[in-house]
């Protein structure tokens, strides 16, 4: 995700999301500042998307302008108004930035899962305390 790519993302959310089951009040009072981390994560790479998302937008009609031969230096085979999607979709500049676009989406999209997570943390840490009661026989 450009500052962070998505593996190391994982890597701390798979460290970040470990609970410790013998000390569960250390642990609810930890929520608030990881639901931080990653709502902060997630805002920055959603604004990077959008960024990307209008850099798409301009680089496809500047792109379109060179291949229907509007542009200022236009590209140099005349092709027909129905071929240039065919030249589009094979732009290298387009494909890189298409590239972009799709991992940005891939790591909101893992970053809203691990915010909708740690909205249930406190659930789960209620069951984990559930359940060490029961088993100790405290219920």
């Not at 250390?26 to 990881?34: H, I, K, Q, Y």
């Not at 960024?51 to 031969?69: F, H, L, N, P, V």
Request: charged share 30%; with cysteine.
């Amino acid at each position: 995700c450009s500052t962070m790519d998505l593996k190391l993302i994982q890597e701390m959310f798979d460290k970040d999301s470990k609970v410790d089951e013998t000390n569960i009040s250390f642990e609810e009072t930890r929520s608030p500042a990881l639901l931080n981390k990653y709502l902060k994560l997630h805002t920055n790479i959603k604004l990077m998307l959008s960024k990307a998302e209008t850099d798409m937008r301009i680089m496809k009609k500047q792109k379109w302008e060179y291949y229907s031969g509007k542009a200022e230096k236009p590209f140099e085979l005349k092709i027909l108004r129905q071929d240039i999607p065919t030249y589009l979709e094979a732009d290298t500049d387009l494909i890189k930035l298409t590239s972009k676009v799709d991992y940005l989406k891939t790591c909101v999209g893992y970053l809203e899962h691990v915010v909708k997570n740690l909205h249930n943390r406190g659930f789960q840490l209620r069951n984990i305390t559930t359940w060490i009661k029961y088993t100790e026989g405290a219920l």
